[in-house]
């Protein structure tokens, strides 16, 4: 028997879609400015630059409206990681992953109203959200006044630095998210979690 409940409020799902579209335009236009030459630019360097620029200001709003709102409303448990037994969960959900679900088992952390997130999910959300959005944002602002920027951090230039958090963090939520999308696809169906984040009803 499965019991149809109700996970994604709307507030999160406006978040989710806004916040996966402002991403895809952040990676199109960041590898434009990355690759540009003189002779081959995929988009005019000037264009990319100022395009990254307010599409980064407004998934900077939307990630402070998804933190305030994740705080206030009672989603943020989800989130709560205990790191009592953490690291047996974890190994309990790779094994999953990795042999039980090719033999049909049942998954070992089902979904519920009170656990939407298996352990893994759980893991990658928190350090997506909370580390590496951070990271991404603080460092994209610090490129954009260079004056904030330390000079010199042993010998090595501090902007150059900052753009290296920059790029790295970018890169790994870029990678996170062509993992994040392979995963939702292992659902119910393969597209039961793409419905879910639309309609809201797991
Ligand atoms: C085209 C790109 C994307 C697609 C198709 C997609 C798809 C989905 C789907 C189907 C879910 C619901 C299943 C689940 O809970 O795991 C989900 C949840 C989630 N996604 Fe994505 N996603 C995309 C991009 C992103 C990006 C770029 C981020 C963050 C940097 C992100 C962060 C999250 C988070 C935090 C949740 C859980 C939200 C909650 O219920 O609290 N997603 N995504």
Redesign the pocket.
């Given at each position: 028997m499965s019991e149809k409940i109700y996970?994604?409020p709307v507030w999160?799902r406006i978040?989710?879609?806004i916040?996966?579209?402002l991403?895809?335009l952040l990676i199109v236009t960041g590898l434009s400015m990355q690759y540009s030459s003189p002779n081959y630019t995929m988009i005019r360097f000037d264009i990319a630059v100022s395009f990254h620029n307010v599409t980064g200001f407004i998934l900077i709003f939307n990630y402070i409206f998804?933190i305030i709102a994740?705080w206030k409303s009672r989603?943020f448990r989800?989130?709560k990681c205990h790191v009592l037994g953490c690291s047996t969960r974890l190994q309990k959900q790779f094994r999953y992953y990795l042999y039980g679900i090719f033999k049909n088992e049942k998954a070992p952390f089902p979904i519920s109203e009170d656990r939407?997130?298996n352990p893994l999910?759980k893991l990658s959300?928190l350090i997506?959200?909370y580390l590496?959005?951070p990271v991404m944002i603080i460092t994209g602002l610090a490129l954009i006044v260079p004056e904030v920027n330390i000079h010199n951090v042993f010998g090595i230039s501090g902007i150059h630095l900052t753009d290296l958090l920059h790029i790295t963090s970018g890169f790994v939520?870029?990678v996170?998210?062509i993992v994040?999308?392979y995963?939702?696809t292992i659902?119910k169906t393969a597209t039961s979690?793409?419905?879910?984040?639309i309609d809201g009803w797991h």
């Open positions: 996970l994604y999160i978040w989710h879609w916040n996966a579209l991403f895809l998804f994740n989603n989800y989130y939407k997130f999910q959300y997506a959200m590496l959005m939520l870029s996170f998210m994040h999308i995963f939702c659902g979690n793409f419905k879910s984040m």
